[in-house]
């Protein structure tokens, strides 16, 4: 049977961030990646809908230890592919990937430290089975197979179609149609404006509204600061910058709220139609950052807002109907098309049954070992980006983290790192302390987090890199050991 060092599963933004950090920290490690799709990629292969883009500036989305040097700082989902691809090329990671490879279960021997990773290969699904010493699980959070599609009432009497943006139609024509989007989060406010060029009007319709925020798509001095700097240290002051100011908007937000609503909502005001209803459509009930910002670049959305194409209602369904959607206030929208932008199905570790020493692991039960890891279960981590900011800022440190801890079993003649949840007074929170309704339908199937580190999550790029690069490995909770018969 086949052994490797290192299993990474998931070919996407963390997967090819823990293959280079293995290439360039761990050279001697054998590993492969498992990609369970017939492409790499992840979420910026798997999602076509029009518009697709990143909410994230590239220069924090991109790699650490590659510079994003295209113009637009805000970009579409095929130039950040194009760069995901470039990177497994250029760091010799593509030759490490196993496309069509899908892990079906895990189960962890303590007496040999390993794993036994149970899959599937190919269109045949042939079962296959092999072995590792460390499981590093970069799949993301949601399920890839099912999103979040709520039933409506008298949708099977809609005479027209019905899409959700995760499953979205090739060359699909909507072109001259009336287009009702249901939704308000990131996904609903990049559709409207992406379609609104060729359907015939497109109507976002949100049962409340979201905070939206427009940047501009380029950012004028990292394009000049490159034409100055050479291209590594240009990329690195932008992103240093960028994760700064992110990191003072939040905390502003957190200790200023009203202060900070008050600003977002004024900036709408130049953007939108002098009788556009800012109260109604865009003002949440909650404070900025209890929920993810939606991110409008160059202000796309309010341009087709003013333009005509494009309006916002705030309603509660009623039913379906043959020519669109009767709401609860007695109002009609027709429409010929429907996107149902509800929301992403979340998913702890793809939903791969796991189990140490025979016992089947139920995450719920565990506590996350700084975000990474989980209490009880030996030699695994996973990686989970950041709520508050880009996702890949986490993934990096993450993967280091990991080599940090290879290394460190390697230069002590050990085998197992495990995570022990020895303190009873810890006090356990949601994993993701969010109010979005994809994070809270989840999180009892999550794993918790503590109160008190290293059980606490951060959501700090600033404290994270301290503990994560620098941080003691050998602390009160995590365990190194081999088994006698090593």
Not at 16 to 32: D, R
Not at 84 to 94: C, P, Y
Not at 119 to 133: A, D
Not at 197 to 215: G, K
Request: charged content about 20%; aromatic content about 12%; glycine content about 6%.
């Amino acid at each position: 049977m086949e052994h490797l060092d290192v299993l990474i599963v998931g070919a996407g933004i963390s997967g090819i961030s823990g293959a280079y950090h293995l290439n360039s920290q761990c050279p001697t490690k054998t590993y492969a990646l498992f990609e369970s799709r017939e492409a790499i990629g992840g979420t910026w292969d798997l999602f076509r809908y029009p518009g697709i883009r990143s909410d994230s500036d590239m220069y924090t989305l991109g790699f650490s230890f590659k510079p994003w040097t295209e113009a637009k700082a805000i970009a579409d989902g095929p130039s950040i592919l194009k760069y995901l691809h470039e990177t497994a090329e250029e760091h010799d990671i593509k030759s490490k990937i196993r496309l069509s490879h899908k892990v079906i279960a895990a189960a962890w021997d303590s007496e040999t430290a390993r794993w036994t990773i149970d899959f599937t290969n190919g269109p045949t699904q042939e079962k296959g089975q092999l072995t590792c010493s460390f499981l590093y699980m970069c799949t993301g959070y949601y399920n890839y197979q099912q999103a979040h599609r709520p039933n409506f009432p008298g949708e099977e009497s809609f005479k027209g179609q019905i899409i959700h943006p995760q499953f979205w139609p090739d060359n699909f024509n909507y072109s001259g149609k009336k287009v009702v989007i249901i939704g308000s989060g990131a996904t609903a406010v990049t559709l409207v404006p992406a379609m609104s060029d060729q359907a015939a009007h497109v109507t976002m319709l949100q049962r409340s509204p979201t905070y939206v925020v427009s940047r501009p798509g380029e950012d004028a001095f990292a394009n000049w600061l490159r034409k100055v700097l050479p291209g590594k240290l240009a990329y690195s002051v932008i992103r240093w910058r960028n994760v700064l100011f992110q990191m003072y908007f939040y905390n502003m937000a957190r200790k200023y709220p009203a202060r900070v609503k008050e600003r977002l909502l004024d900036m709408l005001k130049p953007e939108l139609p002098t009788d556009f209803d800012i109260p109604k459509h865009f003002t949440p009930t909650y404070n900025p950052w209890d929920q993810r910002l939606c991110l409008v670049p160059d202000a796309d959305l309010f341009t087709a807002i003013k333009a005509g194409k494009a309006s916002v209602v705030t309603d509660h369904i009623e039913r379906f109907d043959e020519s669109g959607i009767a709401l609860k206030s007695g109002t009609h929208l027709d429409a010929e098309i429907i996107v149902t932008a509800t929301g992403l199905q979340l998913q702890v570790l793809s939903g791969v049954p796991f189990q140490v020493d025979g016992q089947p692991v139920d995450f719920a039960k565990t506590f996350s070992y700084k975000g990474m890891m989980y209490s009880g279960v030996p030699n695994l981590a996973s990686a989970f980006g950041y709520t508050n900011a880009s996702w890949t800022l986490k993934a990096d440190l993450t993967a280091e983290y990991v080599c940090r801890l290879l290394t460190h079993l390697d230069a002590t003649g050990q085998t197992t790192c495990l995570p022990e949840k020895g303190d009873d007074n810890l006090k356990p929170a949601p994993w993701l302390d969010f109010t979005s309704g994809y994070v809270t339908r989840a999180m009892e199937s999550f794993p918790k987090q503590g109160d008190v580190a290293p059980w606490k999550v951060h959501q700090n790029y600033a404290l994270d890199l301290m503990e994560f690069r620098f941080g003691k490995l050998e602390d009160d909770v995590m365990r190194f050991s081999k088994p006698r018969a090593l």
